[in-house]
């Protein structure tokens, strides 16, 4: 067996190999019922409390099927530029295991509802990058088994293990591509890429909240590779069930250079499903992969055919959002932005609430500004996301206002946001409270300039001499002594007023 020491490095197995990847994404769908039948899907309740005869696979019930599942299919289909198919059907697929108690799943096989499409994906660097797809199909999820007893959590050490079938038949859409070739060093980028991209397209959709991290979306990775000039596709693994971006990206990069390692060695890539470890960053071997005749799929006889009448996939078309990509390119040449700029503000987590600080009155730049910068740090210094931080994009866009308005500087402005993620209220209560305003008040800025001036009768002489460029020196004095509040404007006038020297 292959282990971590023996791999080979990125760049060598890069010399020698073109990796080519299948990517096999599935989205739990957002609807409120399950697919074939009534049963609520929402999360957290007790164990085996929303399930009927027909998500336990009790003899004699009968599936209905989810009016809304079909709809988010061909929601989804459209979106990535897909055929829909004017008839087609659910399969059996056969197999057992405890967490499926009808013995079979009901998928769709080879008449998937969605075929034949392609996604744009944006690479780091602002390229783009055509993912070809080649189906979207129907299916349900399993259930829950919780292995108990062993070290690890998984089957192997456990003294008994829990069914939770409050999951089972949850509708499921499962994204297929097409080989992705030509990706080359970048084939690990590209994974990472095409998920975030069909993360953000689902999500805009709204048909799914395609969580991650909560499973609702998760991918299998397939890797393959072949020496560089030769067409036939070496044998590939299945990454099974990687469930974050950066694990999408790492998992592809060892399997490339574990691959590489197997096939320096003379050995040959045995077809298998594999795990990917969060800690290490490896994979292990799973169990020897199925063929498709192993399930013995065949129609589905308790549902009906499905045939979308055109009309009705012509009006889901009509009602599509504006999707992700398309709303970015838009947004990069309203805000006047580079593609590598947008690449930092998505990867930071930040589009969606830049947007909203700008719907909440803030301009553009300052949005960015405060969400790219300050904002950006202070997430990044507490370990959280950047919409975890108890700040709202109202409250950004009022401490722009106050900016705008004068009442705050820049520092102040920081100091308010400071203010407000440590819970001491809103913008406008935090400047009252730590008493932030800027000063632009004569008689208060007065004194203080007075001062500055008999301080540095050096730097006054010059400027009383003409050297209007020596006031940023008072300048600095008085905001100093006023610890940053004073309108740094007002306070340039008045040291020329009381010298008597005018500006121009
Ligand atoms: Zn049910």
Redesign the pocket.
């Known amino acids: 067996m292959t282990t971590t020491t023996d791999l080979v490095s990125y760049e060598d197995a890069l010399a020698s190999y073109d990796p080519v990847m299948g990517l096999e994404v599935h989205v739990e769908l957002g609807t409120k019922t399950?697919m074939?039948?009534?049963?609520s899907t929402e999360l957290g309740q007790d164990a085996n409390t929303?399930?009927?005869?027909?998500?336990?696979g009790m003899p004699g019930a009968l599936p209905v099927v989810n009016a809304i599942g079909i709809e988010s299919a061909i929601k989804i289909g459209l979106a990535l530029n897909c055929e829909i198919a004017e008839w087609c059907r659910f399969a059996r697929k056969n197999y057992f295991y405890p967490d499926m108690p009808k013995n079979f799943q009901t998928s769709q096989y080879d008449e998937p509802i969605a075929f034949d499409g392609y996604l744009d994906v944006q690479l780091e660097d602002g390229e783009t990058f055509r993912v070809q797809i080649e189906r979207a199909h129907m299916e349900e999820d399993t259930g829950k088994s919780t292995h108990v007893g062993g070290a690890t959590g998984r089957i192997h050490g456990a003294s008994h293990s829990l069914l939770d079938y409050n999951r089972?038949?949850i509708p499921l859409i499962e994204i297929v591509t097409k080989p992705i070739e030509g990706a080359g060093e970048r084939a690990p980028e590209v994974a990472r890429a095409y998920v975030r991209e069909l993360r953000e397209v689902i999500k805009a959709l709204g048909v799914s909240e395609a969580r991650m991290e909560m499973g609702q979306m998760r991918c299998d990775v397939n890797l393959s590779l072949r020496p560089h000039g030769r067409e036939k596709f070496g044998t590939r693994s299945e990454t099974k069930n990687v469930n974050s971006l950066r694990s999408v990206e790492r998992a592809a990069r060892f399997e490339i250079q574990r691959h590489a390692a197997v096939l320096n060695d003379g050995g040959t890539i045995i077809q298998e499903t594999r795990h990917f470890h969060e800690d290490t960053g490896t994979t292990t071997s799973g169990r020897v992969k199925e063929e498709a005749e192993d399930y013995r799929y065949f129609p589905e006889p308790d549902l009906v055919p499905i045939a979308p009448s055109r009309a009705w996939v012509e009006e889901i078309r009509a009602g599509l959002p504006e999707l992700p990509l398309a709303r970015r390119n838009r947004l990069v040449a309203e805000w006047g932005i580079t593609a590598l700029d947008m690449q930092s503000i998505l990867n930071a987590g930040a589009l969606d609430l830049i947007v909203a600080t700008i719907d909440a009155g803030a301009d553009a730049a300052s949005a960015r500004k405060w969400w790219m910068g300050e904002l950006a740090r202070s997430a990044n210094e507490s370990g959280v996301a950047l919409d975890e931080l108890a700040i709202t994009p109202v409250q950004v866009a009022r401490v722009a206002e106050l900016v705008l308005k004068g009442d705050l500087n820049d520092k102040l402005a920081r100091q308010v946001i400071e203010g407000v993620l440590a819970g001491e209220g809103g913008p406008d209560e935090v400047v009252d409270k730590r008493g932030l305003k800027v000063v632009s008040d004569d008689s208060a800025l007065g004194t203080a300039v007075d001062e500055a001036i008999a301080g540095n009768p050096g730097i006054a002489d010059k400027i009383r001499g003409g050297k209007v460029a020596a006031a940023g020196a008072l300048v600095g004095a008085v905001m100093k002594a006023t610890r940053g509040q004073a309108d740094a404007a007002r306070v340039k006038e008045l040291i020329l007023e009381k010298l008597g020297v005018s500006e121009g």
């Open positions: 399950k074939f039948c009534g049963c929303q399930t009927c005869p027909t998500c336990l089972a038949g």
